[in-house]
């Protein structure tokens, strides 16, 4: 059982930064992946950005460039720091991850972008 809660996020305005950070009930070295998936309102929840055991990141493209994924293996957490954010950033963001070929999602914290 992985428990995941996330804190961050807020409101900023368009071309800000945020920071959002993942804190795992275990040992991130047990867990096979890490990372961030977001939902706006009426669309799908959609991958942001994950970090495997082994160091590999994958990024959405809508994000490249602007958003970091990063862990912390002391404080078994993995925070995602976003920079130039765009309205269309907007979302509830989860922090997710897979242990065991189990699913686990935290309780979701909102990011809004201001025009």
């Known amino acids: 059982q992985v428990q995941l809660v996330e804190s961050g996020g807020g409101l900023v305005q368009a071309g800000g930064s945020l920071r959002v950070s993942c804190a795992a009930s275990v040992s991130i070295f047990s867990i096979d992946i890490m990372g961030w998936y977001r939902q706006a309102p009426g669309k799908q929840r959609e991958l942001v950005a994950r970090?495997?055991?082994?160091?590999?990141?994958d990024y959405a493209d809508s994000v490249k460039g602007r958003f970091t994924i990063s862990r912390d293996n002391a404080k078994n957490t993995v925070d995602l720091q976003m920079n130039n954010l765009k309205p269309e950033d907007t979302a509830v963001y989860y922090c997710h991850s897979i242990k065991n070929f189990m699913n686990y999602w935290g309780q979701g914290t909102q990011v809004t972008v201001s025009s």
């Open positions: 970090i495997r055991r082994g160091g590999s990141i």
